[in-house]
């Protein structure tokens, strides 16, 4: 019989894995929670049709499309072959495929909003935490099976949405631990009037890929794609200058309105990220807020002002969360006229930072907190009443499941990482007390059972 294996991309996650994104869940859950985001889940799998066109020419390969069932059945088979060589053609027919695994959360999130908004209450804010699937090339960071964690407003147009956006990125990141992190901001209305310098507006998506692609591949390697586009050499020149932007916020911002002069788009972007530094210099003067000219997004549903949050310089990780403003994303779905704004959180890429950079506190490993010893029969009714006493609680704890050595009673507490172990045996149980020790540090204990009951298990 063959080895088992899992997918390429894909892993399984153990319980101190878990306990840890569980830690790192529920801090961003709680921080979505205190600016009165709701929870929201969809499907692993939507209709293709309602995942492809959204996210790019580059997203749309990236999507895992599922086959539909009943091909084997005779009676299809000639017309499943015609479907198939029309696949292979790289054209999609409902005859092979109908469904998809979902490539990300806002796309669902919009479908969800254009069938519900009658019944939405307006401004909706929704938190999502769930998997997402792409078929990306497995590497450091990315795999094709992940967790995101999304918050979204829709019905608001405000830019006190991003405001508190780029405070929720600094709580959370600040709650881990994770000191050196950098937000990074820009908007694609400076990316469409940089177009509009270009002579070109529909050229808006080809560079929004090829500038997004810079940290990966360089600029030279962004010219030949640009090149290839069919951009000529005095539009791959002004899109190199204004990539050479550089300085603090404010002196970009000074070049930005000297490139883009007479666009009212662009002036418009330059005046939001303003606005947007300002009331952030005053509310949260600690986030780490930088303008990122070449921060471009590739995603074709943006449509304001987006955001890349990066791990520290120390780790080669890169990205570790992103969104943007989107103000037409229903309009997909033939709800028009509902603005948006949404940012993720790359759960499993935050996780590899923390173990980096020894972030988890000691504390996440610990489950159970206290071993009952099993001396047999008699002792182990006691021991199980008084575990369930402290059940109750709130204390988590287990009795060893049959009567064994001592020697192997403690190798699984500390196999388990459980801090402290309690020994009823036939003495204890004559004078209703038993032995606490704390395996940290060796301290032991005889407690009654009642004092038991009220002790401290930290």
């Known amino acids: 019989m063959a080895k088992p294996t899992l997918p390429q991309g894909t892993r399984d996650f153990g319980p101190e894995t878990v306990r840890k994104r569980n830690y790192i869940l529920n801090i961003i859950r709680s921080v979505f929670e205190l600016y009165g985001f709701q929870p929201l889940e969809t499907p692993a799998m939507e209709n293709l049709e309602t995942l492809m066109g959204k996210y790019g020419e580059e997203g749309d390969k990236l999507i895992f499309k599922i086959l539909n069932n009943g091909l084997d059945n005779p009676a299809k088979q000639q017309q499943a072959r015609e479907d198939f060589e029309s696949v292979l053609a790289g054209k999609n027919t409902r005859g092979i495929t109908e469904r998809a695994l979902k490539y990300d959360l806002t796309i669902p999130f919009a479908r969800y909003v254009a069938i519900n908004h009658q019944q939405l209450a307006f401004p909706f804010k929704r938190y999502q935490i769930q998997p997402v699937w792409r078929a990306d090339r497995p590497q450091k960071g990315r795999y094709r099976e992940f967790y995101q964690c999304d918050a979204d407003v829709v019905g608001s147009g405000a830019y006190l949405n991003e405001i508190e956006f780029i405070c929720i990125y600094h709580q959370v990141f600040t709650r881990l631990g994770i000191a050196g992190y950098a937000l990074k901001m820009n908007s694609r209305k400076i990316l469409a009037a940089l177009a509009e310098q270009l002579g070109d507006v529909g050229r808006l998506t080809d560079i929004s890929v090829a500038i997004d692609k810079l940290d990966k591949i360089g600029l030279e390697k962004v010219k030949v794609e640009l090149s290839d586009k069919g951009l000529t050499d005095n539009q791959i020149e002004t899109i190199s200058r204004y990539l050479s932007i550089e300085g603090t916020n404010e002196e970009q911002l000074f070049q930005l309105e000297a490139l883009l002069a007479g666009s009212g788009q662009g002036a418009e972007g330059i005046a939001t990220l303003r606005l947007i530094l300002q009331k952030i210099s005053l509310i949260e003067p600690d986030a780490a807020i930088q303008i990122d000219l070449t921060l471009a997004r590739g995603l074709n549903y943006y449509t304001g002002i987006i955001f890349e949050a990066k791990a520290p310089a120390s780790v080669k990780i890169g990205s570790i969360g992103g969104g943007g403003r989107y103000d037409d994303l229903t ?66 704890c287990e009795l060893f499941h049959e009567p064994q050595k001592f020697d192997k009673q403690f190798k699984y507490a500390e196999k388990k990482n459980i801090p402290y172990i309690i020994i009823i045996g036939k003495e204890e149980l004559d004078q209703r007390n038993c032995k606490l020790k704390d395996l940290r540090n060796g301290n032991q204990q005889t407690l009654s059972w009642s004092e038991l009951s009220g002790f401290d298990f930290v």
């Not at 940012?343 to 173990?355: L, P």
């Open 331 to 396: 309009g997909l779905f033939g709800v028009p006229g509902i603005p948006g704004a949404g940012i993720s959180f790359g759960v499993d890429r935050i996780y590899d930072v923390m173990e980096e950079l020894n972030l988890f506190p000691g504390a996440v490993n610990i489950s159970t907190q206290a071993l009952f010893f099993n001396l047999g029969e008699e002792e182990s009714n006691a021991a199980f009443a008084c575990m369930q006493q402290l059940r109750e609680k709130g204390v988590r």
